[in-house]
């Protein structure tokens, strides 16, 4: 089971911090990704982690405003959120990579089985 949490209501260059709790599994062995979607667009790959923690990656519209970490003590995964823009409006996912132990984050959702419950988050102008 996957559960995020964190989302909110911020205004354009704001900071919110997401969290996804897992449970049920084994939390280390798997890379865990978020996605998003937006009204009106499709869902979208925004991040996503190695099961070691040892490898990232983003979509180029968040470079260098998001950063993904986790912590397996904890089974957590967190999405830092800077430098908020109106169009980083939307629901948020997060979910568990299909394959364990993989050198490489996925980026499409297919790559995914577990999804967890959106968070909303919106930014404001």
């Known amino acids: 089971q996957l559960q995020a949490s964190g989302g909110g209501l911020v205004q354009a260059g704001g900071s919110l911090r997401l969290s996804c709790a897992a449970s049920?599994?084994?939390?280390?062995?798997?890379?865990i990704g978020w996605f998003r979607r937006a009204p009106g667009r499709l869902q979208e790959f925004v991040a996503g982690?190695?099961?070691?923690?040892?490898?990232?990656e983003y979509r180029d519209a968040v470079k260098g405003r998001f950063t993904i970490s986790r912590n397996s003590a904890e089974n957590t995964v967190w999405l830092q959120m800077n430098s908020l823009k109106p169009e980083d409006t939307g629901f948020y996912y997060c979910?568990?990579?299909?394959?364990?132990?993989?050198?490489?984050?996925?980026?499409?959702?297919?790559?995914?089985?577990?999804w967890g419950r959106g968070t909303l988050v919106t930014v404001s102008s």
């Open positions: 049920g599994f084994t939390f280390e062995d798997y890379a």
């Open positions: 982690i190695t099961w070691s923690g040892g490898r990232t």
């Open positions: 979910a568990r990579a299909i394959y364990r132990w993989r050198a490489q984050v996925a980026t499409i959702s297919g790559s995914y089985d577990f």
